[in-house]
T-cell receptor
Framework: GAVVSQHPSWVICKSGTSVKIECRSLDFQATTMFWYRQFPKQSLMLMAT?????????EQGVEKDKFLINHASLTLSTLTVTSAHPEDSSFYIC?????????????FGPGTRLTVT | KNEVEQSPQNLTAQEGEFITINCSYSVGISALHWLQQHPGGGIVSLFMLSSGKKKHGRLIATINIQEKHSSLHITASHPRDSAVYIC??????????FGAGTILRVKS
């Protein structure tokens, strides 16, 4: 149980365009979803936390107008990178937790590799 | 000083060896995660623990809350264990803070 999927697994887009990444919880209702990014040879950094019924909370230094997060339903969260630039190229990973999970539990998606040309 | 320190940063082992990766942290935590990341990038959660010891197959994770230290052990290591192993601590407030990772290579 507690499976999280992401789509697409990789995407290439042109500079200036927007790209949407989906994160789905397949066998539980995700009351909290997290978005992380990982630059090459670096560890994961939390971008934002999205709780059921409320707007996403962004970490310091993350532009909310550039990285739009929508917790559309209890099984789907989307991250839209608007007006993407080459420096946005990164590995984006989501994780999720449901009501039945302990507060410290998080289940990770497989990640989406974004390349902006 | 990082809140989460892992050692070693890089580790090369021969197939069959017993491997230990260490994680020390400086903040109060509610739990600790061990994650595995393969070259393609996908992350697999290996363990979530708040006390004691857990075992899954050839993997064992221990945590000492008083000493703020955790270890991940791999018994009878295999080349398919080659990956980056990441320690992440859950601070009170439920925010994960990640270590830099340990790059493990197991040679046949």
């Amino acid at each position: 149980g507690a499976v999280v999927s992401q789509h697409p697994s990789w995407v290439i887009c042109k500079s200036g365009t927007s790209v949407k990444i989906e994160c789905r919880s397949l066998d539980f209702q995700a009351t909290t979803m997290f978005w992380y990014r990982q630059f090459p040879k670096q560890s994961l950094m939390l971008m934002a936390t999205s709780n059921e019924g409320s707007k996403a909370t962004y970490e310091q230094g993350v532009e909310k107008d550039k990285f739009l997060i929508n917790h559309a339903s209890l099984t789907l969260s989307t991250l839209t990178v608007t007006s993407a630039h080459p420096e946005d190229s990164s590995f984006y990973i989501c994780s999720a937790r449901g009501r039945e999970h302990l507060p410290y539990e998080q289940y990770f998606g497989p990640g989406t590799r974004l390349t902006v040309t | 000083k990082n809140e989460v320190e892992q050692s070693p940063q890089n580790l090369t082992a021969q197939e069959g060896e017993f491997i230990t990766i260490n994680c020390s942290y400086s903040v109060g935590i509610s739990a600790l995660h061990w994650l595995q990341q393969h070259p393609g990038g996908g992350i697999v959660s290996l363990f979530m623990l708040s006390s004691g010891k857990k075992k899954h197959g050839r993997l064992i994770a221990t945590i000492n809350i008083q000493e703020k230290h955790s270890s991940l052990h791999i018994t009878a290591s295999h080349p398919r264990d080659s990956a980056v192993y990441i320690c992440a601590v859950m601070e009170y407030g439920n925010k994960l803070v990640f270590g830099a990772g340990t790059i493990l290579r197991v040679k046949s």
